[in-house]
């Protein structure tokens, strides 16, 4: 079965704030395999997390139905959609 559809029309967020720091909720020892073994880690919350924001890994970012592990060396920018882009 075939539907047609109306296009989608994706809201764009307005950059809030520049600082990632307002969704950060804690650090917690997380395992990162041998090589790197546990590191103190910070935990972001997804929900406050707003277009510009940018998190550097290590890090992780936490929702109610999902989680984002930002890996060594890697960056996680927040997108005018709310997308992380790794």
């Given at each position: 079965?075939?539907?047609?559809?109306?296009?989608?029309?994706?809201?764009?967020?307005?950059?809030?704030?520049?600082?990632?720091?307002?969704?950060?909720?804690?650090?917690?020892?997380v395992?990162?395999?041998?090589?790197?073994?546990?590191?103190?880690?910070?935990?972001?919350?997804?929900?406050?997390?707003?277009?510009?924001?940018?998190?550097?890994?290590?890090?992780?970012?936490?929702?109610?139905?999902?989680?984002?592990?930002?890996?060594?060396?890697?960056?996680?920018?927040i997108?005018?959609?709310?997308?992380v882009?790794?």
């Amino acid at each position: 079965m075939v539907a047609i559809t109306n296009k989608i029309r994706l809201k764009k967020q307005a950059k809030k704030r520049e600082k990632s720091q307002d969704a950060l909720k804690a650090h917690r020892g997380v395992y990162f395999g041998g090589t790197i073994g546990f590191v103190q880690c910070p935990i972001y919350e997804r929900e406050k997390l707003t277009y510009g924001n940018v998190i550097e890994g290590l890090a992780i970012i936490e929702q109610y139905e999902s989680t984002t592990v930002i890996p060594p060396d890697q960056m996680a920018d927040i997108d005018e959609y709310g997308n992380v882009v790794i």
